[in-house]
Every structure is written in structure tokens, then in C-alpha cells.
């Protein structure tokens, strides 16, 4: 697969067979972390959660290819593990010199250090909801069924309380998201 | 903020275009004004996000490849053997009844891999080795003779009662792909045998242009080089190859096959029995003889000579075992993550040391990273290739003729006077006498700060290093060459240690004691995977090399020799070893355990590897330790100069206050007092003005304004009368109504103070008014204050006390706010007050916070120390930072 196809795949919500490609460059962009201080452990996750922000990226039907996909994946690791000890050196060490300059190798690639926190806080939030809401969400708000489909396939009685049903799920995440985030910027409340 | 579900609704219409253009605009101008609905919308996309995003981990989670676990095969009960040529049936660990005794004697052997290789015709029998032929008969197991009988009466052919015993506790569980039952039993689809019933039959379709690892449904492993196939004619296979295997583990199975466990007309013990054929559209081909296949059938218990058997099937369709193939002791290389090659205790000592910084939970990742982050504080790492006996490199030592006789060397002041903050280094030098007379040695540390000195005495060279506080250092010491030497490259031998950070360079009694961690991270990875490097066998090996005092060496010969058999090495190390040590490799070279998979292992590539990825990983530990070092002392040192820049403010802020306070507070900051040379305001007599024909004055002409418009022709005029006519007299009085001081101007010796009409417009206020006076005679400050009622009294006596001027001021602050300046005053003092209690908590609290942060360098560093004894087997007083060490200097007469 080329790239172009890899792209095509994901922006037709196929993501198998990118997901396995791209998790060959796992090895390489491994060995590279370890070298720049990444541990096993974060730098699965940091693998993972990079594959996740490249796949959001693609598949915006805007994208525009500057660079190989690997090249723009590991630019997006090297980032995510800088990112990773920055954060961590308030409470130890970074064993090497942090440098500001890894944008560079990352065309096209915004990263919106509030926005990833609030998104990161959200998604635990997404885990504490019911599993009703979590499948009603995803169903809606990444397969984009609708709410035909939902109710359907989740055994509503009518697509009205399936709509209600969702709005509420909305409701809660919203609430707590809302709560969350006072609480995140003002600690003393 | 509440989003309720309408709103929750037009939002999502909005964001998804599902709103009309109107609907739209109208939305639009809402969310202009609302910053509760942009939150809403914010919130609201970052939820959709969220979602989008799990979604796309759980697919990222689901497609990731699995990580490698074929680590599982490898279990210590299961046998390997490679397989090299087309078998009709395979057959593995047949061996000769009646090894209950030997079994007894190699249970301690349990662990070994045995394995077997088969390869037709090419190599010679080996009957010789063990064929108790008829001692069969003294098995004398019930279940093994009933076994044995009720095949016999199945298989009538056999000449002799076959003894078989299997060891395989396992039941026959074959679920078997389906096949064709008649064609089976009655064609040769199992290499001609006859069977009782229809053999469960596996099929697996391979593509021979890579490895396959094929798992069998009763545990046998079978893997499959690439390109192991050929036709008859040798021509490479690239179709598509089906595995035809048949498993016969237990006895079941044997009977039910038909596979009588004779060799000629002697008995054998079966460990198990396997049918392979790869066929490509039906036809048979071979097995390349260079190509082997790597076969592990499961057993729950190793028996010791057991010998691979091909099988021969004879015209009435029996099996023969023939052709017994002696064990060859081959090594089966497993995947590194699956060894454990740091010293034992170790894990057990970084767990005991937890927390560490961050880290509160043991984990592998932690325990091999502090593991091999001890390489650079542990040892020096010599090239593969020298004589491994730990010595370091030469280096260069500059001769010149300043001194004329050592015992002329007196330790001066930046030549290496001894101190007790110095921890003594020390290089042994050959030298000889007439070069070290004419000898000076410079040393260098090689990072700014570091200083090493020295001095010769009594034929020692003692070298000193300063240690650093916090107990991590480096140091790297070099000689460096005066211009106009005599000699050069005179030979200095430096071995040693860095410990906690300091380095004791010393000659033979404090050697190379362990493994460098280095050592063993570089080899965990691909070169070496295929090595006897990563086997269990070589785990054991080091589990006991940890344990030995300059294992370097050892450990330094297995590597540099992984195309000999591990048994050769073994032997090797055994030879140099002395005792308990030695006889521990003797019993490892006694195992005669070979080497892995007869793959070309390019020893030169490897080797080269080693050496280039040794020298990387320890440039990177070492990096990372001064990192590491760095980060410590940053932030000690971050955190003085925090404190000393309290402690700075703080004095300047005191001065400034200081200086505040001695023009104020003791000269009446707020007030003037006319005789003090500072004083500009209230100017007396400035603002006297005709037309209102009162004397007030001061400063604040709006103010005046103020009280000014209140007085009028019936003014109240209280007489002040100081009784005071000599000296420089001033009074003020307080207008309450603007919480001020006015100075009164003075009419005949006397002070006029004038106030609203009674019931006018402010008269309350003044109802219970005070003036204040003071004055100065020969240095000696007087006070006066009088409080009184202006509707009451017209007349008022000042009395005169004298005070200082701390307690003018006192008394001044005293009056109450009668004074914005006079409160500002009073809010200085307070503030000096706080600013001397913040100062204090805040150093406090930094000093807090730098004992907290010595206090876990040094926890921290006793807890590295703690895993460096863990891995080292000298005796800890051996290279003892504290000690004193120096070393004759040998003189060559």
C-alpha cells in the first residue's frame, strides 16, 4: 500500500490494514524514543496515541501530503515523547536537553496543548458514562448512524426516546466535562 | 450554565449543518452574545472529538499486531528436534526401555533441552551408544504390560512383545481436520502404514517463502525455515506447500496407528511420534537438507538419551524404527524478554528500594533501566578482543626535568595537598626511578570544577579528585605532555571502579568485579538472537558469572565465541576458574550442550556489534547519569540561589525600609514639624488666604475647600495656648471631618483653631476634636496632646512631656487613623513585620525543601549503591571510596 492508498483507507473509515501497516514503523520509532529517553511503556502509548492523532488528521478530507507517513508519524512520536518528559520534569528528571525546535520535521501539524489536556480529560470522563450513552456516542458520533439506525439496533421503542436517551448521555458529559474543567482551572473551588 | 436539551439539540444541528441559513444567523448572533453557549459548543466538539478518538484506539488496540509470544513453545518440558529430511513418519526420543535408573540419576537434568537431529543417511549410526535390547522385559509397570499385550493381540506381526512405555501422561484429544477415512487407512497417506483407524490427520498451509511456526492441536511445535521445500529435482518450492501431520503422543494413538515401537527385534520407549509430509497439489516433495525444520514435541517429563528414530514401513504396512541418531545437545534460542540475565536479588533490591523519584511500582521497564544505568558507575568497559583483565588504556604521561628527586616533592597548594574532602585516586605508574625524579604529572578532570591533584611521595603517586557533594561524579584523568619532554608515553595502567559517582582508579585490589550492564544490554538484541546468548542454558551460566569476581572475562569469552560449542566454553572457563566456582562450569562443559541452529552466525558482524554498541550504550548511560547528576545538582543549586535571592530581596527591601523608617517614623514622615530640614509639607502660612480670614492652613487645598466651606462668620475659635514662647512651638489640630492634621498658625503666642458654628453642617464631628503639639528644645523633642470639646472650651493649655523620638512616633501612630500618612506609617511598620515573617517562612521553606532534595539524593544513592552491591561480588571494602589506596609506583632499576 502507498501512501495515498493508506489515506484513502483511513478517510474511508477503513482503518485495518493502515493500522497495520503504520504499526510497522513501531520497531524503528521504538529504538528512536529509547534513544531519546522514552521508556517501553510510554513509548507504547505515546505509539498508540500518535497512530490516533494521525488517523484524526487523515482522515480530515483536507489533508495534504508533505511527507511520508512514516516520517510524519515518527515526527508526531518524537513530538509526543517531549511532550511526555517535558511534563514529567517537574517531578524528575530529563536526562537529555530539551529543544523546542521539533516542529520542525512537522508540517501541517497543530497541537493545541489545552485543547489535548481538556480532550484527555474527556475521554476518562467518556469512560465513567454509561455503557448505553458510550455505545449511543460512538454510534452517532463516529459511525455516524442514525438515529434510525440506533434505535433500532439498541432496542428503543421509538427513535424519539432513543434521541432523548442521547441527548441526556450529552447532558452528563457535558455536566461533568463542565465540572471538570472549573475544577482544572481552579483548584481551590 | 445548564444544557438542557433543546440547546443541546440546536448545537448539534449547527456543528453537523443541519440548520437552515436563518437558523444559522440566528444561532450565530446567540452565541455572540453568550459565552455559555460557546463553552457549550466548545464542550461539545471536544465531546464529538473524544468520542472519534476512542473509537479510533479501540481499532488501533484491535489491529495492533500481537506482540511476539511464541516464547510459550518453549517451555522446559518440551523437546526440540530438527528435522532435515523428508520423513515418512518422525518419531521423537525413542529410547531404550528400562531407564528408570537413569532417569533417577539425570532428574537434575530436567532443565536440559534435548534434541535430536535427524538426517537421513548423512551421518553414522550410532547403535553403539545404548541398545539394552531384552532388559525390555524387567519393565514391570501393570498399566505398560497390559498396554503391551493388548497391542500385541492387535498387532499379530510382531515378533517380540513390545515394551513400550510412554511417558506422555496426556489423553488423546485430536480434533483432527476432516479428511477421507477410506482413503486414508487403505492408501499411503500415512507414509504406507497400515492403521487401525483414521489417523487424525492435520493439514496446515504454508507459504514456504517464509518461516511458518505451526502449533499442532496436541502441542507440537513444527517451524519452518523459508525456502525449505524442493522438489525431487532440487528445484526451490514457492507455491504453497500443505503440511500433512499426523501427532501420535500417546499411547492411543500409537496403537491406534499401528506404531509398534520397534527397532528390529528390540523394544523402545516412546517419547512420541510424528507424521510429517509437505505436499504441494498432492505430490509429495522434500525437505531441503540444509534447511531443516525445528520440531518440539511436548512431553511432561525429559527423559535423558533419548534418540530420534526414522521410521521404515514395510511391505505389510508395520513401522521399523532404524537409522537411532545420538542425542546431538542442541540449544533452542528463546526471545530475550523471556531471560532474566541481571544478578539474582536484584529486581528483589529495586523493589525494596521503592519509591524512586517518581516511581512507587516495580516494573521490568524499571528494573532493567536502573540496571543497566549502573553501567557507567560501575565499571569500565574493555573492548572485546584485549585480555579482558580489566585494565584500562595506556595513556601518555610528559616527563620534564623539574624535579630532581622525588623525595625533594613537597605537596604544594594546588599541587595535591591532602585535604578530607578529597577522596584519593590512584594510578599505578611503571616508571622507572630516574624518569619519576624527573617527573611531574598533570591531571585533569574533565569537567569544569573537577581538579584532580597529586603528589609523589616515597615512591607512590597519590592522586586526588575532589568528590562533589551529592555523592554522582565523573571524572575521566589525563596526563598531559609538557612541550619539551624527555620520554613520552610512559605506560600507566589504570583500573577501577566508579563508585556512587567517584572514581577510585587502583591498581590489582580493586579489579574489574562485575559484569558491566552494558555488556548485557547490547547483547539483548538481534545479532545475538540467534546465538546460545539467548537461551536458558546461557541464563543459568550467568546467573552464576554475576557471582564471580572479575567476570568480565568469562562472560567477554562467551561472546566471543558463539560458533563453539557452548560446552567448549564452558570448558574454557572452567579451566581458569579455581574450587567451587570451577567445578560449577565443569558440571556446565559436562552437559556437552552444543550451540543453536546450525545457522551461519557471522562471528566478525557480531563481534564488531558488540564492540560499536557497547561503546554506544555507554556513552548514552553515561549521558543520561550526568544527566541525571545535573538534574540534582540544578536543582540544589536552583534552589539556593533561590534563597540567597530571598535572602537578598529581603535585605534590600529591610534597607529600603530601614531608610523609609529613619526619615519617618523618627521625623514624622506624615507631619511636618517645621524645624526638620526634610519637611515640605504642610508649608505653614502657604495657603493663608484674606478673604476667608482664618489661619488654618495645609496641604491638601481640596480638602481645605472642604472644611473651609463649613466655617463661617460664627465660627467657633477655640484659644490653644502652648505656654511655650521660647522655643519653636507647633501645633496641629485634628479635623475629624477630614481625618486630618492641620498645622495652626500661631496669633499672639497663641494658636486660633476654628470650627463650624454649633449645629452647622460638620459641628458634630467636631464635637470630640484633639490637637497635638510639639517642639524641640536643645535636641529634646516635647509632646503635648489635648483632646476637648471646641463647643465647650474656648480656651485649651497645652503641657509639654519631653519624649524621644521612638516614642513621638508611638505616639503619633497612636492617635489613631486620625492620618492617612500617619496610617501609612503605621502600614509600613506592618508590612516590615510580615515581610520578615514571609521571609522567614519562605526560607524556611526552602531550606526545607533543600534538605528534603539532599535528603533524596543521598536516599537516592544509597539506593544505587544498594544495587551495586547487588551485582557486585567483591567484598564492598574492596574499592572503598574512603579508603586511602595507593600502590608502589614499580621502579625499574
Not at chain 1, 510497522?24 to 507504547?44: A, H, N, S
Not at chain 2, 533417577?104 to 537431529?117: A, G, M, S, T
Request: net charge negative; with cysteine; proline share 4%.
Amino acid at each position: 500500500m502507498t501512501d495515498r492508498d493508506l489515506i484513502t483507507a483511513i478517510q474511508k473509515g477503513e482503518l485495518e490494514k493502515p493500522i497495520q501497516i503504520l504499526y510497522k514503523e513501531y520497531p524503528k520509532i521504538r529504538l528512536f524514543l529509547l534513544k531519546e529517553g522514552g521508556t517501553d511503556e510510554v513509548i507504547q502509548e505515546i505509539f498508540n496515541d500518535s497512530l490516533v492523532l494521525l488517523i484524526e488528521k487523515v482522515s480530515n478530507p483536507s489533508f495534504e501530503l508533505t511527507a511520508k507517513l512514516s516520517t510524519y508519524l515518527t515526527g508526531i512520536n518524537r513530538f509526543l515523547l517531549k511532550n511526555e518528559l517535558r511534563k514529567k520534569a517537574n517531578h524528575s528528571f530529563v536526562s537529555s536537553d530539551f529543544q523546542d525546535n521539533q516542529m520542525e520535521d512537522l508540517p501541517n501539524f497543530e497541537y493545541d496543548f489545552e485543547k489535548e489536556e481538556k480532550l484527555k480529560v474527556i475521554d476518562s470522563i467518556l469512560d465513567t458514562i454509561q455503557e448505553k450513552c458510550k455505545q449511543i456516542l460512538h454510534f452517532f458520533y463516529f459511525e455516524k448512524r442514525s438515529m434510525d439506525f440506533i434505535a433500532e439496533k439498541m432496542g428503543f421503542s421509538s427513535v424519539q426516546s432513543a434521541k432523548t436517551q442521547k441527548y441526556k448521555c450529552m447532558e452528563k458529559a457535558h455536566q461533568l466535562a463542565n465540572e471538570s474543567f472549573i475544577h482544572h482551572e481552579n483548584p481551590i473551588l | 450554565m445548564r444544557a438542557d436539551l433543546q440547546t443541546l439539540e440546536r448545537i448539534e444541528a449547527y456543528l453537523n449543518g443541519f440548520m437552515t441559513s436563518p437558523e444559522k444567523e440566528q444561532f450565530e448572533t446567540e452565541l455572540n452574545n453568550s459565552n455559555d453557549l460557546q463553552t457549550l459548543l466548545e464542550n461539545q466538539k471536544l465531546i464529538q472529538q473524544a468520542v472519534a478518538r476512542k473509537a479510533i484506539m479501540a481499532q488501533v488496540h484491535q489491529f495492533a499486531p500481537a506482540t511476539i509470544s511464541s516464547i510459550s513453545f518453549w517451555t522446559k518440558f518440551k523437546w526440540p528436534i530438527i528435522l532435515s529430511s523428508l520423513l515418512l513418519v518422525a518419531l521423537v526420543g525413542f529410547s531404550f526401555v528400562d531407564m528408570s535408573q537413569t532417569e533417577k540419576e539425570n532428574n537434575r537434568e530436567v532443565e536440559k533441552h534435548e534434541v535430536v537431529e535427524l538426517e537421513n543417511g548423512k551421518q553414522e549410526k550410532k547403535e553403539e551408544q545404548a541398545i539394552p535390547e531384552q532388559s525390555v522385559s524387567t519393565i514391570s509397570s501393570d498399566s505398560v504390560c497390559e498396554t503391551a499385550e493388548a497391542r500385541q493381540n492387535i498387532n499379530s506381526i510382531q515378533v517380540e512383545p513390545p515394551v513400550v512405555h510412554s511417558i506422555d501422561k496426556g489423553v488423546f484429544q485430536g480434533i483432527g481436520l476432516s479428511f477421507n477415512e477410506k482413503e486414508i487407512i487403505h492408501s499411503n497417506d500415512v507414509g504406507g502404514l497400515k492403521t487401525w483407524i483414521t489417523p487424525k490427520k492435520q493439514i496446515f498451509t504454508i507459504n514456504p517463502n517464509q518461516s511458518n511456526t505451526i502449533e499442532c492441536e496436541n502441542g507440537t511445535v513444527i517451524i519452518v525455515p523459508k525456502n525449505a521445500f524442493c522438489t525431487k529435482n532440487g528445484d526451490n518450492i514457492t507455491n504453497s506447500v500443505d503440511l500433512e501431520i499426523v501427532e501420535a503422543l500417546t499411547m492411543a494413538d500409537m496403537i491406534a496407528y499401528n506404531l509398534t515401537t520397534m527397532n528390529d527385534d528390540k523394544a523402545l520407549k516412546s517419547g512420541g511420534m510424528l507424521y510429517i509430509q509437505p505436499l504441494v497439489n498432492g505430490e509429495k516433495v522434500s525437505i531441503k537438507s540444509d534447511r531443516p525444520m525445528h520440531i518440539e514435541v511436548p512431553t511432561n517429563k525429559v527423559v535423558p538419551d533419548m534418540v530420534a528414530w526414522k521410521g521404515e514401513v514395510n511391505a505389510k504396512g508395520d513401522i521399523n524404527w532404524v537409522e537411532p541418531k545420538n542425542l546431538e545437545k542442541f540449544l533452542v534460542p528463546v526471545a530475550f524478554n523471556t531471560l532474566d540475565l541481571k544478578p539474582n536479588g536484584f529486581s528483589n533490591a529495586v523493589e525494596a528500594g521503592l519509591p524512586f523519584k517518581t516511581y512507587t511500582k516495580s516494573s521490568p521497564q524499571l528494573i532493567d533501566s536502573l540496571y543497566y544505568s549502573l553501567s557507567g558507575l560501575t565499571s569500565q568497559v574493555s573492548e572485546v578482543g584485549n585480555d579482558f583483565s580489566g585494565k584500562g588504556k595506556f595513556m601518555p604521561v610528559k616527563v620534564n626535568t623539574q624535579l630532581n628527586n622525588p623525595s625533594n616533592f613537597k605537596p604544594r597548594r594546588g599541587d595535591g595537598s591532602f585535604r578530607r574532602d578529597f577522596i584519593t585516586v590512584m594510578k599505578v605508574i611503571n616508571i622507572s626511578a630516574q624518569d619519576l625524579a624527573q617527573s611531574t604529572i598533570e591531571v585533569q578532570g574533565n569537567k569544569e570544577g573537577d581538579f584532580c591533584e597529586f603528589y609523589i611521595q616515597d615512591n607512590s603517586i597519590y592522586i586526588y579528585k575532589k568528590a562533589s557533594k551529592n555523592g554522582l561524579h565523573s571524572i575521566s584523568i589525563q596526563t598531559k605532555c609538557s612541550e619539551k619532554e624527555v620520554f613520552t608515553n610512559i605506560p600507566i595502567t589504570i583500573s577501577g571502579r566508579h563508585r556512587s559517582g567517584e572514581i577510585e582508579y587502583a591498581g590489582p585490589s580493586c579489579k574489574a568485579c562485575f559484569l558491566d550492564p552494558i555488556g548485557i544490554k547490547t547483547v539483548i538484541s538481534n545479532p545475538f538472537e540467534n546465538t546460545f546468548i539467548s537461551t536458558k542454558e546461557f541464563e543459568t551460566r550467568l546467573k552464576e558469572l554475576h557471582t564471580i569476581p572479575e567476570a568480565q572475562k568469562y562472560y567477554n569469552l562467551y561472546i566471543t565465541n558463539l560458533t563453539k560449542n557452548l560446552y567448549e566454553v564452558d570448558q574454557i572457563v572452567a579451566d581458569q576458574l579455581s574450587d567451587d566456582k570451577k567445578s560449577i562450569f565443569q558440571t556446565f562443559a559436562d552437559q556437552k550442550l552444543t550451540n543453536v541452529d546450525n545457522d551461519n552466525i557471522n562471528q566478525d558482524a557480531i563481534k564488531a556489534y558488540y564492540n560499536a554498541s557497547r561503546a554506544m550504550y555507554q556513552k548514552e548511560v553515561q549521558r543520561t547519569n550526568e544527566a541525571y547528576r545535573t538534574a540534582n545538582e540544578k536543582d540544589l543549586k536552583e534552589l539556593q540561589s533561590k534563597l540567597q535571592n530571598v535572602e537578598t530581596n529581603y535585605a534590600d527591601e529591610k534597607a529600603v525600609l530601614a531608610s523609609n523608617t529613619s526619615q519617618k517614623s523618627f521625623s514624622f514622615p506624615s507631619i511636618s514639624l517645621g524645624f526638620n530640614k526634610n519637611i515640605s509639607i504642610p508649608k505653614l502660612g502657604v495657603s493663608n488666604s484674606e478673604s476667608y480670614k482664618v489661619a488654618w492652613n495645609s496641604t491638601g487645598w481640596m480638602n481645605i475647600d472642604c472644611y473651609l466651606h463649613l466655617l463661617g462668620k460664627n465660627d467657633v475659635i477655640v484659644a490653644i495656648n502652648p505656654q511655650e514662647k521660647d522655643s519653636d512651638v507647633k501645633v496641629y489640630q485634628c479635623i475629624n471631618v477630614l481625618k486630618t492634621v492641620i498645622p495652626l498658625a500661631e496669633v499672639e503666642g497663641k494658636m486660633e483653631a476654628h470650627f463650624p458654628e454649633k449645629g452647622k453642617e460638620g459641628s458634630m464631628e467636631m464635637k470630640d476634636t484633639y490637637c497635638v503639639g510639639i517642639h524641640k528644645e536643645k535636641e529634646q523633642l516635647y509632646y503635648s496632646e489635648k483632646q476637648y470639646n471646641p463647643y465647650s472650651e474656648n480656651e485649651i493649655q497645652l503641657n509639654w512631656n519631653p519624649v524621644t523620638e521612638r516614642e513621638l512616633y508611638n505616639k503619633l501612630v497612636q492617635l489613631s487613623p486620625i492620618n492617612d500618612v500617619l496610617a501609612k506609617s503605621l502600614k509600613e511598620e506592618i508590612h516590615k513585620i510580615t515581610l520578615e515573617q514571609e521571609y522567614r517562612n519562605e526560607k524556611k521553606q526552602l531550606e526545607t525543601e533543600i534538605q528534603n532534595l539532599q535528603n533524596r539524593i543521598a536516599k537516592e544513592n544509597a539506593f544505587i549503591q544498594s544495587l551495586i552491591d547487588k551485582i557486585n561480588p567483591c567484598d564492598p571494602d574492596f574499592c572503598d571510596e574512603n579508603r586511602f589506596i595507593h600502590y608502589e609506583v614499580k621502579m625499574e632499576q
